[in-house]
């Protein structure tokens, strides 16, 4: 289906309750509206109890002074718990680190995942066998595939290692980070090729083919015809694997625990908790990483002009 | 179109090479590892000089590894069948019917989506721990259900609006009864997209470990991913790694063989929601 006959028929649905508003509501339409309701209470409601809830109960605890090892001690402490993340140096440094593993991450794993799309999309033979192999980096678990890289690179274990003059990179900050980059787009980068190769086969045909005939390179091509008429699946896929990175845990728990200052901020909050037994400050973190999340999501969808997934108002 | 030339043909072929051999290496290495026996783990070469079935003999043999596989299991299924059916209700609702909030729920779902798992930790941590849930089975199938849902009401949407409703009308014309009409006509035509949003919602589940190492404290409710970084060895004498290269190789070898059997499914449903919209 189209996306523009699909927006045509959704636009003309979201009238159609208006108009029908202004006369009184028929037996039919309010048991319509009761039965709608009613199939999409049970995911609601659980929905609100995993999400909206804790959240909620996130931003009380936060402005607290709540300590498991204290229990006593309770007290109200106001924004005291944001200005102690705030100031601290930790906060600042998981949040760069979380900022410098998203950006390059999902900057190769573009570059990258295109070409595998491209691949995928214009290999002569062999298609299928790519597009299956493609899929094993997808479906390993990440803890398993983090302990491979682990192995990979621990010296007189590992044959990175020993490719590379027995070095042990997860004991420096810098390389330690390159392995969990790279670790980060093993893994992801066949998820953004499919979302791209979905927004390759909305490229027509025909019209590469009349740049061609035209005079037009293949250099040319692409970046005149493919990636425009590609925007909108560049962004979705941009969007959806930047909040991913944003949230690393899995990969850098295994790799380096957070070790030699390599922690992202979803490392922090975790041994906030379990180290620090801090309720109160680990709240102020979940509450602050909430925040970076929306920001990113707010900035792609006003900013970049993204349809998010879903919405009826995509400008595609 | 004309015959390609042995150039361009010889330069895809290296390019399919290329991607096949670099997605496949990490996964050979820790199959490898796993089969090393203790004396040639730290030999640094990438093929076994010797073959043992030692490392996964020992992880088989202990409790430690088998009640989180168990757990594993059991949490995700009971997950992704209990998000299924809640999304395919949600799902029915946003797809067939007029009610105001539809948008709402749209809105809501892809909030979650896009919400950071880190920051439910701390709250639902001691919301676990004053409900009794934490380190129980429904501490964990309660949050995948959650996370399950976006995922199952857009991929299930998607499906539902495709399906051609007007059968269900024309089998009641021929005489069949309403559940007849369903059972006959409806279930078959929406099987295919409950199928593929289990299969993503089970890989979900499968893979999470945030969840699984905030939420559990015993192997009585840890999952298999988060059991392998607790893992220490059979023996308290022997280096861990090949026992937990025997258990990534466990938990992750039926995951893959599932996702190849069902690529043409998970493609579809992962592109479905993101792209189409």
Wanted: proline share 5%; with cysteine.
């Amino acid at each position: 289906m189209s996306t523009e006959s699909r927006t045509a028929t959704i636009s003309a649905a979201q009238q159609a309750p208006a108009t029908r508003r202004r006369q009184r509501l028929s037996e039919g339409a309010r048991a319509e509206r009761r039965l709608g309701w009613l199939l999409c209470a049970p995911a609601v409601i659980v929905m609100i109890a995993v999400t909206a809830y804790p959240i909620a109960y996130a931003v009380y605890l936060s402005l607290e002074r709540y300590n498991l090892e204290l229990p006593n001690a309770v007290k109200f402490v106001g924004l005291s718990n944001y200005g102690a993340v705030l100031s601290s140096p930790y906060w600042w440094h998981a949040l760069a680190v979380t900022l410098i593993i998203t950006i390059f991450s999902v900057a190769i794993e573009l570059v990258l995942g295109m070409l595998l799309a491209l691949l995928m999309h214009r290999t002569l033979f062999g298609r299928n066998t790519v597009r299956t192999s493609a899929l094993i980096p997808y479906g390993i678990v990440t803890v398993a595939a983090a302990y491979s890289w682990q192995f990979a690179w621990t010296p007189s274990t590992g044959y990175l290692s020993a490719l590379f003059g027995n070095g042990a990179p997860l004991s420096h900050t810098g390389q330690a980070i390159g392995v969990i980059i790279l670790a980060e787009v093993w893994k992801t980068t066949p998820f953004m090729a499919l979302l791209l190769l979905a927004g390759l086969s909305l490229v027509p045909e025909d019209l590469q083919r009349a740049a061609k005939v035209d005079g037009a390179t293949a250099w040319q091509r692409f970046t005149r015809i493919t990636l425009p008429l590609m925007k909108p699946a560049i962004l979705v896929a941009l969007l959806f694997r930047t909040l991913d990175a944003f949230r690393i845990f899995d990969n850098i728990y295994i790799l380096t625990k957070g070790g030699n200052n390599t922690g992202s901020v979803s490392i922090l909050g975790y041994d906030n908790l379990f180290s620090a037994l801090n309720l109160g400050i680990g709240s102020a973190i979940s509450i602050l990483i909430f925040i970076c999340v929306a920001i990113i999501a707010v900035v792609f969808i006003k900013g970049f002009g993204t349809a998010a997934p879903g919405t009826d108002t995509g400008r595609r | 179109m004309a015959r390609p030339d042995t150039g361009k043909r010889i330069g895809w072929a290296a390019a399919n090479t290329i991607a096949v051999v670099l997605t496949l290496i990490p996964v050979l290495w820790i199959v490898s590892l796993s089969f090393k026996t203790p004396a040639a783990i730290t030999d640094a070469s990438f093929w076994p000089s010797q073959w043992t079935w030692s490392n996964y003999s020992g992880i088989l043999q202990t409790s430690q590894f088998i009640e989180p596989l168990l757990n594993s299991i059991g949490i995700g299924l009971i997950a992704t069948v209990i998000a299924v059916l809640l999304a395919s209700m949600a799902a029915y609702a946003v797809a067939r019917l007029e009610f105001p909030g539809k948008q709402v729920l749209i809105g809501m779902a892809l909030l979650i989506a896009m919400f950071p798992a880190i920051s439910l930790v701390t709250p639902m941590f001691s919301i676990e721990r004053a409900l009794g849930l934490f380190n129980t089975w429904p501490g964990l199938i309660i949050p995948y259900v959650a996370f399950g849902l976006p995922l199952g009401i857009y991929i299930l949407s998607a499906f539902f609006r495709e399906i051609p409703w007007e059968l269900e009308k024309a089998a009641k014309m021929d005489g069949a009864t309403p559940f007849q009409a369903f059972t006959k006509v409806i279930a078959p035509l929406a099987a295919p997209g409950m199928v593929t949003t289990a299969i993503l919602v089970f890989l979900f589940c499968w893979n999470e470990f945030l969840f699984a190492i905030s939420f559990t404290s015993t192997i009585g409710a840890r999952t298999a991913p988060a059991a392998l970084a607790f893992f220490s060895g059979s023996s308290q004498f022997t280096s861990p790694t090949g026992p937990i290269a025997a258990a990534a190789v466990v938990i992750t070898i039926p995951i893959i063989i599932f996702v190849l059997f069902f690529q043409r499914r998970i493609v579809a449903g992962l592109t479905s929601g993101a792209v189409k919209g």
